[in-house]
């Protein structure tokens, strides 16, 4: 199909809310770009829709070393903006454009959301070593060495030792955004004093 063809089918498709024009407003994608996105997703979806065993099917084959289920539903979740239990190619195209070419503050409120499993505004230790865990479990034994069985609740500590300013056992999006951005601008002025 030509880009006229690809266009039109975007503004009506099923299961396709918004027109190409709107998206090129939400994502910082260029039209062409957006029209090669839109092949690819619906080449591998022709639905127009991706349910979340689609979605772990899909993204397991980029980790055959280990189980990616658990991290690819957290992932899901994250890509799934409405929570309606699918992933159409505005939620696709949305999420991307953040990871892909967002602020530092885009990409750190979606990674915030990707943590906070059950979304009430804070990340627990329990949360995040669910995400940890399922991190690892993608990445399988195929590290060397082989990492111990006890290392997500280690990073799980530390993440929480940096975080929780508070230390009231969870971690906000203020306490998240301030030492992520802290972290941030310490590494830019080591890389400005010691260019490599």
């Known amino acids: 199909a030509d880009s ?46 991706v349910d979340e065993e689609t979605f772990k099917l899909i993204y397991s084959q980029f980790f055959p070393q280990g189980d990616a289920s658990a991290y690819a539903h957290f992932l899901f979740d994250a890509f799934d903006a409405d929570g309606n239990g699918a992933i ?20 750190l409120t979606w990674a915030f959301n990707l943590y906070d499993v059950n979304k009430d505004g804070c990340i627990t230790k329990e949360e995040m070593l ?17 990492p111990r069985d006890s290392a997500p609740a280690e990073h799980v500590e530390l993440f929480f030792q940096k975080m929780d300013r508070n230390g009231d ?6 306490e998240f955004l301030e030492t992520c951005q802290q972290v941030s601008s310490t590494r830019s002025l080591w890389h400005h004093r010691n260019p490599t």
């Open 4 to 49: 006229g063809d690809v266009e039109l089918e975007l503004s009506v498709v099923r299961h396709q809310p918004e027109e190409l024009e709107q998206l090129l407003v939400r994502t910082k994608f260029s039209k062409t770009e957006l029209q090669s996105l839109y092949r690819g997703f619906k080449n591998e979806c022709p639905s127009g829709l």
């Open 88 to 107: 159409c190619f505005q939620d696709f195209a949305v999420g991307l454009s953040v990871l892909l070419r967002g602020t530092v503050q885009q990409k």
């Open 169 to 174: 056992g969870v971690v906000t999006f203020e």
């Open 130 to 146: 669910e995400i940890m865990k399922s991190i690892y479990d993608m990445l399988g034994r195929s590290t060397q060495p082989p």
